[in-house]
Each structure stands twice: as C-alpha cells, then as structure tokens.
C-alpha cells in the first residue's frame, strides 16, 4: 500500500490530489456550504450527496457546486449508508482516488488533518493492514481507543465515519457500507468488518475532527448540576427515531460480532447502556424514548432493518 503525501507548510493544508472527499447531506444550509468550502481547503475534488432531502435545498445545492464540488441528488430519503456508498462509487469510477474521506455535513477539520493522515500511513511500520485513518480527537477531545497487546500504534476503538480516511482496496476487500443499518452505528459496523479482515483503523497523530455534537442540555438531579471534578456534565439528545435505529442496530451488531470480537462487543454494549439510563432517567421526551428503545429490540429479534416503519416514525414525531 503506498499514498501520495502533500507538501506542507508549517501545518498549513495543501490540497491533496490523492483523496477524495464523499459528503453525506440532508436539509443542508448555508453553514454546510462553508463546511464544503472547508473541504476543499485539504482536497481537490468532493462529492456531496444529497440525500433525498426534504426541504427546498436547490440553493444551496447550487452555492454548493459553485465552490466546484460535484452533487448527486437521491430521489428519497436512503439513509447515510446509501448515500456515502452513491458518492464512494462516482468518485472511485470518475477519479480512481487513492482514498476516500468521508465527512458529516456538519464537520470541518483542524490543521493540516490530510497531511498528517497520509504522513501517519507513511510513518507506520505495517502500511499494508491500514484500511482506514482516523482523527485521534473530536473537538480536541481524545477519542476512545483499542487497547491491543503489543500494538506499536493507536488502533481507534469506535471511528466516526466523518472524518475517516478509507484506502479504496478496503472498499474491494470488505465491501461499501451496510446500507440495512440506515442510520446509526453505520461507521461502527464498517469498522468491525476492517478488523474482521485483518485490517486496522489507526488514530493519526495531529488529526482533530470539530463536530456538531447536536441539542445538549444540563443534567440536574435535584436541583443540583451534575459535575464530574470541574466539568459540568451535559445530556445530549437525540430524537425517538435515533433512538430506534441506536437500539435496533446495537443488538444487530452485537448479535453479528459478539463471537469473534467479544471483547469489543461488551464494552460497546456497556457504553451504550449508560447511554440510555441517562437517556430514559434524566432526558426528555422520555416516553417516546421508551417507545422507539423497546420497537428498536422488536424488530433487531425479527431482523427487520432498513428505514423505519413509517406509521412508527409517525409515532414518535
């Protein structure tokens, strides 16, 4: 595996002719445009998908191949598998890049992120098992990693898929993304397949992802705000629909890979379990929290996947 390193100038980005950027959208506005603009700060070409919005977006899809980025309009809403998999595709058949980096609509990255993504791949002692290059923080937050004995470098424990870098012969090797999975834990899945394949998703030194982290409330029990040392501790939320797709997909995966990564598959588990006793105790909306949680587990036993039940979203409006 080789890849083509940009010259850089004291962490100043110069874009790169070697990575293509694949942008998932739905409902874009105008803080999306600036987020493409960004892009094209590190890479040459970028593929925005549409993803079959709902809202009049026609001009800001416009202001968007203004900035010389390429858009695909799905027809319906498909999800961000689907949708990354349309961009993937067209840039692999249009421009054969050497990776792909794919990005959230609402993520932008610090310094020169391709730069030191490519030098990392260049710097590892085992390039050929790299399938996919990860930022090592989120909004400069570390992000959790895999712990494996006697790894020379840091292996990421659950990546994003805003922000990753994925070299095309991963794409060959284990295929596109999982488009049954919709919605959520998409990234998760893809990754669990990288290390299914004797792949690794390394965290590259220097590569910080500044991410849209969504609607945060305090978290108050008893009138008291809840801290942990200095740092006040916040809920974030998600709709009833994510929260199905969370739940059905984390027992998919789980039931997928508990025997050959058990390890992994516990402590996923477990970190989502906090996540929903501080969903389901201290959140809001907390019913219809039950309700898409408990249909989430019904149709993960019968294996229902794909997008959800339209009179259940409904129901959870």
Known sequence: MTSTQPARDQGVPVPSTAVVGVVSA?????????????????VTRVVVVDDGSSADVDDVLEDIRALGA?????EQNSGIARAL???????????????????DQDSRFSGDYI??????????????????????SHNHAPVP??????????EVFDPMTSGSLVHASTFDRIGYFNEGYFIDCVDTEFNARIREAGLRSIAAPGCNLEHSLGHARPMVILGWRVRVGAKKISIYYHSPFRVYYITRNSI????????????WVLRRLYMEFQSHVVRFVFGPNRRKHAIAASQGVRDALRHRMGRIDAGLAARLK
């Open 26 to 42: 739905f409902n874009p506005g105008p803080e999306n445009v600036e987020n493409v603009a960004w892009l094209l700060k590190y």
């Open 70 to 74: 390429e858009v695909l309009r799905l």
């Open 85 to 103: 998999n349309t961009g993937i595709k067209h840039a692999r058949a249009s421009w054969d890049p050497e990776w792909i980096v794919t990005m």
């Open 115 to 136: 730069g030191a993504a490519l030098a990392a791949v260049e710097a590892s002692p085992a390039r050929a098992t790299i399938g996919m290059v990860c930022a090592e």
């Open 145 to 154: 990693l895999l712990a494996r004995q006697g790894q020379e470098e840091p």
């Open 252 to 263: 998919v995966l789980a039931r997928t890979y508990l025997r050959t990564q058990p390890a």
